[in-house]
């Protein structure tokens, strides 16, 4: 699968916008020390006199202009720091402002060999284009880690909560250095989605890429692609995305029509995704006897040996807060 030409256009568009845009801010700044900071300004307009005079003085054949330029610009460079540090502002205030440092909102890197190849965050724009990830997106606008409570838990299932939440934090904080898969299973709205949100929301924020389906979406893309002849590329494609994303979310595991399809896919995902320690996230309402019971033997090992189990017990948080909305409604 890949992006059409509207789509391409549009993920540029906005780099064009947020490179616009962090230029804004920056010569806003320049223009607010420049007020607070009259000598600022001065060592400003002072660097391009130098930098012609010393030039004049090489031409001439003055040996040392080119030593002499270094040092004053060094020092101007000095003053313009210990100005900014006494006005309370940090050093590199005025220093350009990239929303992703790796490509500086270009979309691009540059490999080792000098080739360009897609950043992490474009790679992360093509994966919203592409999967329809919306869902994703409306979920992290609402649930992450800012917006946990624990009103909603009591007793056991306020431990159990409290564990599930550290085990999350943990994730993230260690996600760079450490292969990691998680498995939540318990009642309904008992906060397994909510958790995965916080997750991706963490994750997006430090530019990993992040695919999420629930389990019924997964399959109809597979099987959509799978069975239709023409979509062998789109199928390949598909494939490389879902290996090789940083983390994928299978949200509500069990709601799909269960089949000899659905098991072997899903074994094959769980499976490549292991051998290329690529993070996974399963969130489920089944038991784990019935997980046993509805998928291979393989899957249910595959899961309980390489996820840490995260069981979930409590009262329907949707329903609570449905019914509380409906009461301040009245």
């Known amino acids: 699968m890949a992006l059409n030409n509207t789509q391409y256009k549009t993920i540029i568009k906005r780099y064009e916008q947020t490179q616009d845009y962090n230029r804004h ?23 391009a006199s130098i930098s012609v005079a010393k030039a004049k003085r090489m031409l001439d054949g003055d040996e040392a202009a080119l030593s002499d330029l270094h040092a004053s610009l060094v020092h101007i460079a000095q003053r313009k720091k210990l100005l900014l540090n006494d006005a ?13 440092s790796t490509c500086k909102d270009t979309g691009y890197t540059e490999t080792a060999d000098g080739l360009k190849e897609k950043c992490h965050c474009f790679q992360q724009q093509e994966i919203f284009f592409l999967y ?6 409306e979920i992290i606008a609402e649930e992450n880690f800012s917006t946990l409570s624990y009103e909603y838990y009591q007793g056991d299932d306020l431990v159990r909560f409290e564990k599930c939440v550290e085990i999350c934090q943990n994730f993230v904080q260690n996600f760079k250095q450490d292969y990691h898969n998680l498995f939540f299973y318990g009642t309904v709205g008992t906060g397994k989605s909510f958790l995965s949100g916080c997750i991706a929301n963490e994750l997006l924020l430090n530019r990993h890429s992040v695919i999420y389906f629930s389990s019924s979406g997964l399959f109809d893309t597979l099987a959509r692609y799978s069975f239709d002849a023409k979509a062998k590329e789109t199928l390949y494609n598909f494939y490389k995305d879902l290996y090789n994303c940083d983390l994928v979310i299978i949200d509500d595991l069990g709601t799909e029509v269960t089949n000899t399809f659905v098991t072997s896919q899903l074994f094959a995902c769980l499976n490549e995704r292991h051998l290329r320690k690529k993070a996974t996230i399963i969130s489920t309402n089944l038991s784990l006897e019935e997980l046993r019971d509805r998928y291979s033997d393989r899957i249910f090992s595959r899961i309980t040996s390489n996820y840490t189990i995260c069981k979930l017990t409590g009262p329907d948080i949707r329903m609570h807060k ?8 009245d």
């Open 132 to 137: 329809e990830q919306s869902n994703i997106q």
């Open 25 to 47: 801010l920056v010569e806003e700044r320049r223009r607010q020390v420049y007020k607070a900071i009259p000598e600022f300004e001065e060592l400003d307009a002072s660097v």
């Open 88 to 100: 309370g502002l940090p050093e590199n205030y005025l220093e350009p402002i990239y929303t992703c």
């Open 322 to 329: 449905k019914r509380a909305a409906n009461l301040s409604a």
